[in-house]
């Protein structure tokens, strides 16, 4: 195979392919601030009697301060890099004149996607193909939909297909995985794993994914997401896909400077290395993460396909959306407690990799001290301290770039990629919606600390149903951090940065009605 020009294709697990140009920027940073933050504090503090609480909430504040400049300029250096990169979004790419066996692998659990299933038959592949449908639907009307679908298929003649059951669903996704692969790896060479919602946009997606496997050390290429049509959207929903393709933001400057991780779909990845590494991880909600670490450990790579889109859609409900947020904290907490170790001490992974496994991987563990952070900035320090420790200027200026640093991707990604009408709107309710799922998070990373042992939850489950004491909860949440400042320290209602914090409490209860509302004029 010929490796295709003009595309980053680079990833974890070979140790000179990682550009520590972000990672050294990132590091350096962090430590600059540190050092100048904490100078600057003491010389305000200097003659200043403080009680030992006073003195312990104000450290624990610095602390948390001085680590989320870590991501604040991870976030500002990776937009950067993007901004700067040539973009390629129209070049043509070489497709692949081999033609291995590959499978289609669809999973789903009474969440049957019949246009993305479908979609699947405008791939353009010579080669063996093998369509392998895993069902773990518990209803017998979504079982007796999905066999009368493989059967129009099977009757098309372009591939054979293969429907599977596991008689006993434990494992989750990742022990479906494997029950599939016990059966069928000796069939192809390469699978391509599908969710539920995965659509085919481009007939060449399996030639165009071939040649970056060139390398025997290639273990999987995780495709380009972007956001699948559908006339199931309601107005704040259609909104909120267009930030599916933000992602992209994130996995292409990491492609080049730090470490590119499997993402749980829209994949293809080679079969003898995943069956090597003895599979996916039952009962791990990160499966993707887990996998990749251990690919990575053996030697072994995952690039990005920027080149090569596949198509999937934004969780139907605001309840979906929830669940799939606890579940990605709580998978990611178990990625933490049982990689850290290795990927610092291995010798498998660069600076620059280790730096972005732990930016990508630590996320949703610092959007729950963060949420710790507001009950100490904004509650407790006006209650402790009386008079701020710092002036309302700084805090005004470092409120600003904090919303700023925020909403920095989904920026960056809309300003070059999708400036299609409503593009503001889909910015300011991707902050408002994915900040507002912070208690599900601080939950997700609770439980996953001590290994509470928690059921499968299928990413686009379809789930109704509003849950009106947590949302009247989290907004009484939103105002008591305006009402600390209010009451005790009026100047801090000046930073820019509360009214972000307060605000996607505040509209909780309004976003879980216009997420299912599809009348709503947003």
């Avoid at 054979?160 to 069928?184: E, S, W």
């Avoid at 999937?312 to 850290?340: N, V």
């Avoid at 949420?371 to 008079?387: D, S």
């Avoid at 801090?492 to 004029?521: H, M, N």
Wanted: charged share 15%; net charge positive.
């Amino acid at each position: 195979m010929a490796t295709n020009p003009g595309f980053s294709s680079v990833g974890g697990g070979s140790k000179s392919e990682s550009d520590p140009l972000i990672a050294s920027a990132v590091v350096f940073s962090t430590a600059l601030f540190g050092f100048f933050y904490i100078r600057f504090l003491i010389g305000r503090l200097e003659g200043t009697q403080l009680a030992w609480f006073a003195v312990a909430l104000l450290g624990v504040k610095t602390v948390v301060e001085i680590v989320a400049s870590f991501y604040a300029f991870a976030y500002l250096f990776n937009a950067v890099a993007y901004l700067c990169s040539p973009r390629r979004m129209g070049a043509r790419i070489r497709t692949s004149r081999d033609t291995p066996a590959v499978a289609l692998l669809y999973l789903c659990c009474d969440d049957l996607d019949e246009d993305a299933l479908l979609s699947l038959q405008d791939l353009d592949y010579s080669g063996p193909l093998y369509l392998i449908l895993h069902d773990d639907s518990s209803r017998r009307e979504s079982r007796a939909a999905l066999n009368a679908l493989a059967d129009s298929l099977r009757r098309r003649g372009r591939w054979k297909v293969i429907v599977l059951r596991r008689p006993f669903r434990t494992g989750g996704k990742p022990g479906a995985i494997n029950y599939v692969l016990d059966r069928t790896a000796h069939l192809y060479e390469y699978f391509l794993l599908l969710d539920n919602d995965s659509t085919v946009v481009d007939p060449e997606t399996i030639q165009k994914i071939l040649p970056y496997f060139d390398r025997p050390e290639v273990a999987a290429v995780q495709c380009r997401p972007v956001a699948a049509e559908s006339s199931t959207y309601c107005t704040a929903n259609r909104l909120l896909a267009r930030a599916i393709g933000a992602f992209h933001v994130i996995l292409s400057p990491c492609a080049r400077f730090g470490w590119v991780p499997f993402v749980g779909h829209n994949a293809m990845l080679r079969t003898r290395h995943v069956v090597g590494v003895g599979g996916l991880t039952p009962g791990f909600f990160s499966d993707d993460l887990d996998l990749t670490v251990r690919l990575n450990l053996e030697g072994l790579s995952v690039l990005y396909a920027p080149d090569v889109f596949m198509a999937e859609k934004h969780p139907p409900h605001y309840a979906a959306f929830r669940k799939r947020s606890y579940k990605w904290a709580f998978g990611c907490m178990q990625t933490l407690k049982r990689h850290s170790g290795a990927v610092l001490i291995s010798g498998r992974f660069t600076l620059a990799q280790q730096v972005s496994f732990f930016q990508f991987v630590g996320f949703y563990l610092m959007q729950a001290v963060l949420l710790a952070y507001l009950v100490v900035a904004f509650i407790l320090a006006p209650i402790v301290f009386g008079a701020y420790p710092v002036s309302i200027g700084i805090n005004a200026v470092f409120g600003a770039l904090l919303v700023f640093l925020v909403y920095l991707p989904f920026l960056a990604y809309f300003l070059t990629e999708d400036r299609r009408p409503g593009w503001f709107r889909s910015l300011i309710l991707c902050g408002l919606v994915y900040g507002g799922a912070d208690f599900s998070v601080a939950r997700g990373v609770w439980d996953g600390l001590w290994y509470r042992s928690r059921p499968w939850i299928p990413t686009n489950s379809v789930v109704t149903g509003k849950n009106g004491r947590r949302d009247l909860a989290e907004a009484l949440f939103g105002m008591a951090l305006l009402g600390g400042p209010f009451t005790r320290f009026p100047a801090l209602l000046y930073v820019p940065s509360i009214y972000l914090f307060a605000g996607k409490f505040l509209f909780g209860p309004a976003l879980s009605i216009l997420y299912e509302d599809p009348g709503f004029p947003l």
